[in-house]
């Protein structure tokens, strides 16, 4: 028997009503965080991914984040390559609110929220990685879909370039990056590089042509010892004139060179890498990774990376 034909369930202002409740619910149980595009730069169409992704865009927007008892996923875990926190959550956003605040600004013909896109959480400090869209729950109530359901992981930091604008989330991806310490001698006394100053190191190409490679790089920390030594963290590393990776280099003939101040300075010391004396092998500077710890307290377990635990089968066969 067909459904009554006086009565729908696609009421547009039924359907208004319903979406103003879940916005209204949204704005006194959800969260203020900020939804970050991922901007793809060259992206690999064998592999499928971007290794120089950057995220230069946040929008604040109110979601609800509907795990109540507390992040899910695997949890923590201990290993000997580091503390790995594999927290998992299911955000939850207006369409209404979505359409009118961000995507209002996509170029993409669904704009809608996508995989890969960064959601950062201020209350927790943390960023999440959109891994899957759910874009029919729940299903059609009064025919409507008023809402977008992301399931994000926590997202896993690869030296993305993030320019935001937004200092909160710009600082916490620059303390995630990768950094290079090294020591410097000014050229005169007292001219020190600024902390968010770009430096460059101009080298001669590999193949000794007249083309230079330049090493560039943001100062992120800055050390002074004296007035003719200081100590400089360098993070966003990059390189122009080369197709190949190339590095900083301790060369009294190749200064680094500050584009905002102008000064220069002689590269003494690169602290790349730290040596495990027990060991002699040598270990990243990564100072989150705590590398050293984890070496130190990882040769309590059985550890195959160093030696068999169980001995040599040639000594015995």
Known sequence: MPRNVYFSQAVRSEQHLYEDLIIESLKIYGQDVYYIPRTLVNRDNVLNEDPASKFDDAYLIEMYIENVDGFEGAGDLYSKFGLEIRDEATFVVSRRQWEKMIGIFSDLADPRPQEGDVIFLPMTNSFFEISFVEDDKPFYQLSDIPVYKMQCSLFEYNDEDFDTGVGEIDTKAEQSAYQ??????????????????????????????????????????????????????????????????????????????????????????????????????????????????????????????????????????
């Not at 007249?210 to 050390?223: K, M, N």
């Not at 993070?235 to 009294?252: E, L, M, P, Q």
């Not at 190749?254 to 300075?265: C, E, H, N, S």
């Open 180 to 317: 290079l310490s090294m020591n410097v001698a000014p050229a005169v006394a007292g001219n020190h590089f600024a902390v968010g100053e770009i430096v460059r190191q101009e080298l001669v190409a590999a193949d000794g042509d007249t083309p230079a490679v330049v090493i560039f790089g943001e100062v992120v920390d800055r050390t002074k010892s004296t007035d003719l030594v200081t100590q400089l963290s360098i993070a966003n590393i990059g390189v122009t004139g080369s197709s190949t990776y190339r590095a900083f280099v301790v060369d009294n003939t190749k200064p680094l060179t500050g584009d905002d101040t102008g000064y220069t300075a002689t590269v003494t010391t690169i602290y790349d890498s730290i040596a495990d004396a027990s060991s002699g092998r040598m270990l990243a500077t990564d100072g989150a990774a705590q590398n050293m710890d984890f070496e130190i307290e990882a040769d309590g377990f059985i550890d195959f990376s160093e030696s068999n635990p169980f001995g040599d089968p040639s000594e015995t066969y």
